[in-house]
């Protein structure tokens, strides 16, 4: 028998007051999830944190320690607040100056020297030991410290530089997913669902209740990396469902 494929793990950490003063809606953490899970590489945290250096630093140094991949969003812009850079470089035990390369690609970018302002040069600023990760959609890049990534907070930047970049990725076996809809309520399918999870202890089952056209509906979610099992199980799912009287949807994602 093969040794079971590997996780391949990651954590995601937004960065910036606005997120936590509610001020702003992050959408980043969403979007990459989803597409890391795509490429085989598990999400198993997210945290968001305000625009301190100590808290920063702690915080990469903890979770780079602890996962194969680390993505941060947020404050690398040209203000005063955008410390992101400085405390990742803080986090490393490097310092940090202009990449001549970015710098370049600004300067091109911007083409009259006036407009290639004290502020927008901060953009510019890496790591030492850093790789750029490319920008197409305002030129100013992130950049790569081992295996933390630093992408922009603008939601729109933040997924160019993702598709710029991930073919730099390991991950594993892609994570896939089955979901059942029923009309059931939780209090009712709880008992049988916890029986199903144990029975298919490889696979992650969740329960997720909500309204649809006004009326009670709960989306239960299987996931996994085996085709084979998650349909053998969402197939037992169903008719648990439908000898209890319920109705049973599936959908595959």
Do not use: W
């Amino acid at each position: 028998m093969s040794p079971p494929a590997k996780t391949v793990t990651a954590c995601i950490v937004v960065i910036g007051n606005e997120i936590l003063s509610g001020r702003t809606r992050d959408s980043n953490i969403q979007y990459l999830a989803t597409e890391l899970g795509v490429l085989g590489v598990r999400v198993m945290e997210c945290r968001v944190i305000p625009d301190i250096e100590a808290t920063i630093v702690a915080t990469i140094n903890e979770v780079r320690a602890r996962f194969d991949y680390v993505f941060t969003t947020g404050g690398i812009g040209p203000t005063h607040d955008d410390i992101t850079a400085d405390s990742i470089a803080k986090a490393f035990g490097v310092g940090i100056s202009e990449h001549p390369e970015a710098v370049a690609r600004m300067a091109r970018h911007y083409g009259d020297p006036a407009l290639f302002t004290p502020a927008r040069r901060r953009m510019a600023r890496v790591p030492h030991g850093g790789t750029l990760v490319d920008n197409p959609v305002s030129v100013a890049p992130g950049f790569q410290m081992e295996n933390v990534f630093t992408f922009a907070g603008i939601p729109k930047v933040a997924e160019a530089m993702f598709q710029s970049m991930k073919h730099r990725l390991v991950g594993g076996e892609p994570m896939l997913s089955r979901t059942v809809r029923t009309n059931l309520p939780e209090g009712v399918i709880a008992e049988p669902l916890g029986a199903l999870q144990q029975r298919y202890a490889d696979l992650d089952i969740g329960s997720y209740p909500a309204f649809r056209n006004g009326k009670p509906s709960v989306s239960l979610v299987l996931r996994g990396i085996d085709a084979a099992r998650l349909e053998i199980a969402s197939a037992e799912l169903m008719a648990t469902i439908r000898t209890m009287n319920g109705e049973a949807e599936e959908f595959t994602q």
